[in-house]
């Protein structure tokens, strides 16, 4: 099957065949290349392919070839292979992760077959359980992507001097209800729509699934904002904005009411596109959220030259607030950062009470997790905000 194919990339031709082979063996149709350019240029032909590379090579290093593959925005499997020491190995893993790059494996050479053969096998196992170009087009067609929706809830404190909440809006979340797999998470299929570049498809999928829900709302008088992610490439794509404000424009849905949301890490790959699509976004009347703060490595220095209005801090570390000294004074001063740069700050992932108490001690605008409600299919949240009763105006715009 064409999802079984393997690229492996050595410059030494010994040892390139021989991984080959154990690859073959293992039930890989396998391709050995000596050369980067010849190995890119297969790659561009057939992203699909699974990759085994080496590090050190005389005409280009495997990390510039990682880079370029991130460039190529490849998401396959990539098992990574050197003689040099497991550090040089890991720090490879890490470089290649915060690229977005899959590492499935990294080998210690000299690999020996048995070694070798079982990151194979495992590497075959999973490989064929993703899904296909066709079969993400086919699951588009057929409508199957479904937004489930979370509440988000301003932090606020009650008469009696505790902590109270009142919902203010939803964030979609993809599910993929596939008629062969169940359901699927987005953190299977997200990263597959990229690397099989239906990223403009998806986008306006999801955009108009989106605006069918803002429809309904209108038409029961749910004053809810609705967030929606969008992924790196979506942030390049210049004719972005001009799209979903068309699509908006068609409905009769007020933009103010869409909060966009892009992670820092998706901002600053190409941060001069990002401006422009970003800036565009919000000339058109969309709200922009930053995502999974504090998981990056940009600086707010760096962020704070985009038109974000708030800042939704990454769950891993609201989770960690209760056990831990230190995340608790960095949960802290990114909830003032953003203040004093003029954001609304979310927390999301909140699961306890004790911890929404933190929150509300240091000023936290909004909240976001199981705490208040899992991601609910889109009937089931409506009921939930009309439970909730929300009073005031919480239509959607951000304090
Ligand atoms: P995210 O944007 O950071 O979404 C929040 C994730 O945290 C969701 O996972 C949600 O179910 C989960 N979550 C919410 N509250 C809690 C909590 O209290 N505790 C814990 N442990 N988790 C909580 P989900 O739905 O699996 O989504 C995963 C990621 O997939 C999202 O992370 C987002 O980056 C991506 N994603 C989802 N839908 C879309 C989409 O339509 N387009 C794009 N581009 N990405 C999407
Ligand atoms: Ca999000
Ligand atoms: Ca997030």
Redesign the pocket.
Same mark, same amino acid.
């Given at each position: 099957m064409a999802e079984h194919k393997i690229f492996v990339l050595d410059d030494e031709p010994d040892i390139g065949n021989y991984v080959a082979q154990v690859a073959t063996l293992s039930g890989f149709e396998s391709s050995y290349f000596s050369e980067p350019g010849a190995f890119l240029a297969a790659i561009e032909a057939f992203p699909e392919a699974c990759v085994a590379i080496d590090l050190q090579m005389p005409a280009m290093d495997g990390i510039e070839v990682l880079r370029r593959l991130s460039a190529l925005r490849f998401r396959r499997p990539i098992l990574i292979m050197s003689g040099m020491d497991r550090k040089v190995l890991e720090a490879a893993r890490h470089f290649a992760r915060i690229n977005e790059l899959p590492v499935s494996d990294i080998i210690s050479k000299p690999a020996r077959v048995e070694e070798l053969r079982q990151v194979f096998q495992k590497l075959h196992g999973s490989s064929h359980l993703l899904p296909t170009r066709a079969e993400l087009v086919e699951a588009m067609q057929r409508r199957e992507?479904v937004?489930?929706l979370?509440p988000k809830v301003r932090i606020v404190g009650d008469a009696g001097g505790g902590v109270s909440y009142i919902p203010c809006g939803f *964030?979609? !979340?993809? +599910?993929w209800q596939s008629s062969n797999r169940g359901l699927v998470?987005? =953190?299977i299929f997200?990263p597959l729509?990229s690397t099989m570049r239906l990223n403009a498809e998806?986008?306006d999928y !999801?955009f108009d699934s989106a605006l069918v829900i803002l429809e309904n709302w209108q038409r029961s008088g749910v004053a809810a904002s609705l967030a929606?992610? !969008?992924?790196a490439p =979506?942030v390049e794509d210049l004719g972005l904005a001009d799209r979903l404000w068309q699509r908006c424009a068609g409905t009769g849905v007020d933009p103010a009411r869409v909060i966009i949301?892009i992670?820092e890490t998706a901002a600053m790959r190409y941060p001069e596109q990002a401006l422009d699509v970003l800036t565009r976004l919000r000339l058109r009347g969309f709200q922009l959220s930053l995502? =999974?703060f504090g998981t990056g490595y940009s600086s707010l220095v760096q962020l704070q030259r985009l038109p974000f209005v708030e800042l939704?801090i =990454? +769950?891993s570390l609201?989770?960690d607030c209760l056990g831990s000294e230190h995340t608790r004074i960095i949960v802290k001063a990114i909830i003032d950062l953003g203040h004093n740069l003029g954001l609304t700050v979310v927390a999301?992932?909140? *699961?306890d009470e004790a911890t929404l108490r933190l929150l509300h001690g240091w000023s936290c605008d909004l909240g976001?997790?199981?705490?208040?409600a +899992?991601?609910l299919p889109p009937d089931q949240a409506e009921a939930w905000w009309l439970q909730h009763n929300p009073v005031g105006d919480c239509s959607g715009r951000l304090a």
């Open positions: 992507f937004l489930h979370q *964030e979609g !979340l993809m +599910r998470s987005p =953190d997200i729509v998806f986008a !999801l929606i992610n !969008l992924s =979506d949301e992670t995502d =999974d939704k =990454d +769950r609201v989770s999301e992932g909140v *699961e976001q997790g199981y705490f208040f +899992r991601p």
